[in-house]
T-cell receptor
Framework: GNSVTQMEGPVTLSEEAFLTINCTYT??????LFWYVQYPGEGLQLLLK?????DKGSNKGFEATYRKETTSFHLEKGSVQVSDSAVYFC???????????FGKGTMLLVSP | EAGVAQSPRYKIIEKRQSVAFWCNPI?????LYWYQQILGQGPKLLIQ????????DSQLPKDRFSAERLKGVDSTLKIQPAKLEDSAVYLC???????????FGEGSRLTVL
């Protein structure tokens, strides 16, 4: 079956540091890939997505590139802010009904 | 545009009691999902509705969990009887048909004592 593996957290960074959160997936076909973010006390919200190989999703300074050859979708940001502190979930969707399979989540803590 | 509404936000019950959670999706979204998120884990799909029909309930513990979506709009998730391991956040989400972008509510946090 489908699965998503994320790096364990928490990831602790200083403001303006470079961020990478690793995500790899297993799927039978050609899934769409997503990053969702959950800020403290709020629901999950879509951060970015990519629907086919070599696509790059981007939003709010975050980027991730769909790498079919390495089955990866790593999340990056060049300069993190305190307000980026949250839990980040990598997810995939395959098939016509768009069911999402999530990774375990990675907590990011950014200090001033 | 109003988001996905869930209630109650918090619920504490004793084991073997019952509980129900309610969800109102975004207007016009045909697909509704219930996910269970245990502390430290990613959300796990319990059930997915397309309008008022069930698309996937393969991971729903049907001996104690039930869900319905009457008239293809609101949905209720019930647990009866609850077990300690049911302590989790229950997330409702909705999406337009075939988009793959889910919109989540804030969740209902259940504690079973």
């Amino acid at each position: 079956g489908n699965s998503v593996t994320q790096m364990e957290g928490p990831v602790t960074l200083s403001e303006e540091a470079f961020l990478t959160i690793n995500c790899t997936y297993t799927a039978t076909g050609y899934p769409s890939l997503f990053w969702y973010v959950q800020y403290p006390g709020e629901g999950l919200q879509l951060l970015l997505k990519a629907t086919k190989a070599d696509d790059k999703g981007s939003n709010k300074g975050f980027e991730a590139t769909y790498r079919k050859e390495t089955t990866s979708f790593h999340l990056e940001k060049g300069s993190v802010q305190v307000s980026d502190s949250a839990v980040y979930f990598c997810a995939l969707s395959e098939g016509g009904y768009s069911t999402l399979t999530f990774g375990k989540g990675t907590m990011l803590l950014v200090s001033p | 545009e109003a988001g996905v509404a869930q209630s109650p936000r918090y619920k504490i019950i004793e084991k073997r009691q019952s509980v129900a959670f309610w969800c109102n999706p975004i207007s016009g979204h045909a697909t509704l999902y219930w996910y269970q998120q245990i502390l430290g884990q990613g959300p796990k799909l319990l059930i997915q509705f397309q309008n008022n029909g069930v698309v996937d309930d393969s991971q729903l513990p049907k001996d104690r969990f039930s869900a319905e979506r009457l008239k293809g709009v609101d949905s209720t998730l019930k647990i009866q009887p609850a077990k300690l391991e049911d302590s989790a956040v229950y997330l409702c989400a909705s999406s337009k048909l075939g988009t793959g972008e889910l919109f989540f509510g804030e969740g209902s946090r259940l504690t079973v004592l």
